[in-house]
Structure formats: C-alpha cells, structure tokens
C-alpha cells in the first residue's frame, strides 16, 4: 500500500512540474512570435497545455524546441529567456515521459561521454572567458547557450518504450528534416524569413535581385531525411502510392539543398550520398550512386527549361568558387577572418580567448553585425581560437565519441533498415565536418540537437533485440527465463509419467 502511495505522489509531482514547465512554454511563445498572427501563437500555447493530458506524445516538446532551433518556428533567440525555454521544453518531456514510466531506463555510462566532454569543454570556455579575461558576457551566452541542447539526449532516453524506439526515433528525425524543407522552400516562394537568412543572392559581389536565398539552420536533420529517403525509394519497398510520396519528399528535400545556394551543402551533400551507400554494400552502393547521379542531371536539365534563371545562378554559384578570393565575396570576408584568429591563436596558443572573446576589428556597421568581433564561421578556427590546444584536443576526442558511440551499434547481424540508418548518420556526420570548414557548425544549438537524435538512436538500435538474441531489457530476460523454466518442468513431468 505504501509503495503505491509513494509511486501516485511521485507521479503527482512530475505532472505538477510539467505544468510549471507547460505553463512557461506557453506563455514564452506566446509573447515572443510576432511574424505571424497571435491567433498562431495562441494555437501553439494550447498545443503544448494539451500535452498534460497526453501519455502517448510525451516527444512533442522535443519537437517543438528542435523546430525553434531550426527556426521552423519563429522565436527570437536574442536574450537570456531563449535558453531557458530550452530547458523548459526539456523537463516538460522528461516530466510528462517519467510519470508514465515506473522508473528511468537504463544507460551506459558509455552513452554520455560525448555530452559530457562536450558540456565541460564549454562551460570551461564560458567561465574562463567571463570570468577570469572579462569577455563580453552577452558574446560568451550567445556561444555557450547551444550546449543547452543536449537536454534532449535525455529526453529522447526516457521519451520511448526500448523495444520500439528506435524505428519512432528514425521516423521523427526524418519528419523533422522533412519539415525544416518545407519552410526553406516557404521563405525561397514568400521572401518571408522564419529566422533563417532570405536575402537577395550575391555571388562573386554581384547582387541577383531576381533570385533569393534561403538559408535555414538545421541542414543535418534535412541531409538525413534525405539519406534515408534515396536507398528507400531505390529499393521500392511498398506500393506505388507509397513510393511516390517518398519520391515528392526527396524532390522537396532536394529543391530545398538548390535554393540555399550553400556551396559548402552542395558538396556536403554530394558526398555524404556517397559515404552512406557504401554502407549498404559494393552493389547497392554502385546502384544507388549511378541513379542519384542520372537523376541530379535530369533535374538540372528540367530546372533549365522551367526556369532558366535559376538554373543560371545555380550554375554560376557552384563555378564560382575558383574565382572566390577578393575581400568583398563571401569567402575573401571568412579568409580575412582565418588570419585575424590565426594571429590571435599565436599569442594565446594553450588556453584561447575563452568563449566571448573578441579577436578582430568590426569590418562592418556594428548595428548590422553586433558580435562580428567575437564571431567566425571556420569551425577549424573556432576552437583553437576559443579553447586553445586544450580544448581542441577536447573536440577532437568528442568527435571520435560520436563516432563511437553510433558505430559500435554497426555488425553483420543489422537489418538492412539499420544499416540504412548508419550510413546516413556516416554520411551527415562526415559531411558536417567538411561543412565546418566555412561556417561554426559544430558550435551550432542545431549540431547538437541533431547529435542527440544520433545518439538516442544508436543507443536503442543496441538494445533492439534481435532474432536469436537476447534483449538488454532485464523484464524480457526474466520472462525469457520463466518461460524456459515451465518448459523444462514440463519435459520433465513427461518424463516422469
């Protein structure tokens, strides 16, 4: 009797605690979404206040937070409220998931590695940099906020039953870079930003006023959906409704990639395709990159003749990189910031500038580019500048975590859908890496949540079980075990008689 008073009080006190969190996050939204009608913001409060009553979606602030941090949904992320509607978002999750649990699942110490390096590296960082050289403590939040992100690792952990998360996993990461394509192509058609970047397409210094730019964060989970989406509809699994709404998403996703005009995204993409095939052995790998190539020049070939301008400044955009150099194209303005922290990380080689840290002059209206002096977009620069070799030792060990911890689920007894997932978290990890190099990605809140699905995702494909294993479950063991025991008395009760 006491322990079911003491599990109904425990319970009580996680829903009060997600409606304290309910509460904020509602309400945050609601006073801070000003692009669209207050009709939406109201609508989304509601939306997440109906998360009281649900024991079934406990995910969906997980959801909600991503595509804020995508900016799917627009909040401003100015100030020292945004980090703590992270937070919220979070412990609404875990609140709402751990009520309906009897109890918090399970998990290596192995599993959190990554976030912890990760976390101490920057709150090292941020209080090196605040603390002991008085860096500008609003630059240091601006950098050090992201880690905040990692809350969702957890939330994902005890969000899901293990015997079915990691298929709901794989599909939800897939519906969220699905998402995050659709509203770049909705800034690209509306010139309308959501957060991201709309603006008029500048290469080489030359302005196209007929062509726009949309730009949004969140590249990875877009990058994902797609790798997961191209070995599917290739293997035709499925009716011909089925493969075709496959095949309109890969068009939206890809459509999404063209009109962001990165570079650096195309080639990232390119070869993160690549890398994620491999994955699904020589043949599969051969097929599967001879049509995305064949199927890349149809849809050039389209592009040219429905609309020629487009087509133009895609063609224009990709050639032009030989030519980048001069100090007013996009890449003269990130080699002019290369040298400014290459002279900074000479004087400050061991430890860096902290997070905050101002290493250049503001080349430009400061009104227009407010922490331009602490800010860099080669990633490869970022940390030496910020942490020094200390630290770039640091992330360099969190990378090969990463890589660890979601490779070490790899074996010859995966499913094909498995190894589906592998090669296209290979292929968007690998591929942010050479995206590092021309903005801070690594750095970025959506890198990190991004990183979280990654590792929730492998950690339940680990204890997925499997034909003629064993789950980790300690419950499914047990029963396994009672149920070889009856048999066994049977047999010899037969034996017996």
């Excluded at 509602?26 to 009553?53: D, N």
């Amino acid at each position: 009797m006491d322990s079911l008073v003491n599990a109904s009080n425990r319970q009580l006190a996680l829903y009060v605690v997600a409606a304290i969190a309910t509460i904020f996050v509602a309400f945050f939204t609601a006073i801070t979404i000003t692009t669209f009608s207050p009709f939406l913001a109201l609508a989304g409060g509601a939306l997440v206040i109906g998360l009281l009553a649900s024991k079934k979606y406990t995910f969906l602030p997980i959801v909600f937070i991503v595509l804020v941090i995508c900016d799917v949904i627009p909040i401003p992320k100015g100030g020292r409220l945004y980090p703590v509607l992270i937070v919220a978002s979070c412990i609404l999750s875990i609140a709402l998931s751990l009520a309906k649990r009897n109890g918090a699942p399970r998990v290596s110490s192995r599993a959190w590695y990554p976030v912890g390096i990760y976390s101490i590296t920057m709150l090292w960082g941020y209080f090196y940099g605040v603390k002991y050289l008085n860096n500008n403590s609003v630059f240091a939040l601006g950098e050090f906020q992201q880690t905040l992100a990692f809350l969702i690792f957890p939330s994902l952990l005890v969000c899901f039953d293990e015997k079915t998360a990691f298929n709901k996993l794989i599909r939800l990461t897939a519906a969220i870079g699905l998402l995050i394509g659709i509203a770049s192509i909705f800034q690209y058609a509306t010139g309308v930003s959501l957060g991201g970047r709309v603006e008029q397409l500048e290469t080489l210094g030359n302005i196209d006023g007929n062509i726009i730019r949309a730009t949004i964060p969140g590249k990875l989970f877009l990058l994902f959906c797609l790798f997961i989406l191209i070995p599917i509809v290739i293997r035709r699994d499925g009716g011909i409704l089925t493969i075709s709404v496959q095949f309109i998403c890969i068009c939206i996703l890809a459509f999404a990639l063209l009109v962001s005009f990165g570079r650096a995204l195309w080639a990232s993409a390119a070869f993160g395709i690549f890398i994620s095939a491999l994955f699904l052995g020589l043949r599969h790998s051969v097929k599967l990159t001879t049509i995305v190539i064949f199927l890349s020049f149809t849809g050039l070939s389209l592009l040219a003749i429905v609309s020629p301008a487009v087509y133009d400044a895609v063609i224009d955009r990709a050639l032009s990189v030989t030519l980048e150099g001069r100090s007013s194209s996009s890449f003269g303005w990130r080699l002019s910031e290369n040298a400014f922290a290459a002279q900074s990380i000479v004087k400050n080689p061991l430890l860096g500038i902290g997070l905050g840290g101002e290493y250049k002059p503001p080349l430009v209206a400061t009104e227009l580019f407010p922490n331009q002096t602490s800010y860099i977009h080669n990633s490869y620069y970022f940390i030496p500048l910020k942490f020094g070799t200390i630290g770039l030792v640091s992330f360099a060990v969190f990378i090969a975590s990463v890589f660890i911890s979601i490779f070490t689920a790899y074996s010859k007894k995966n499913t094909e859908e498995e190894r589906i997932f592998l090669g296209a978290a290979a292929g968007t990890l690998l591929g942010v890496l050479l995206l590092a190099v021309t903005q801070p990605e690594i750095l970025s809140p959506a890198f990190i949540a991004y990183t979280s699905f990654l590792l929730a995702a492998a950690h339940f494909l680990k204890h997925t079980p499997r034909y003629g294993q064993h789950s980790a479950d300690p419950s499914i063991k047990a029963d396994a075990r009672s149920k070889r025991h009856s048999i066994h008395r049977h047999l010899n009760h037969r034996g017996r008689d």
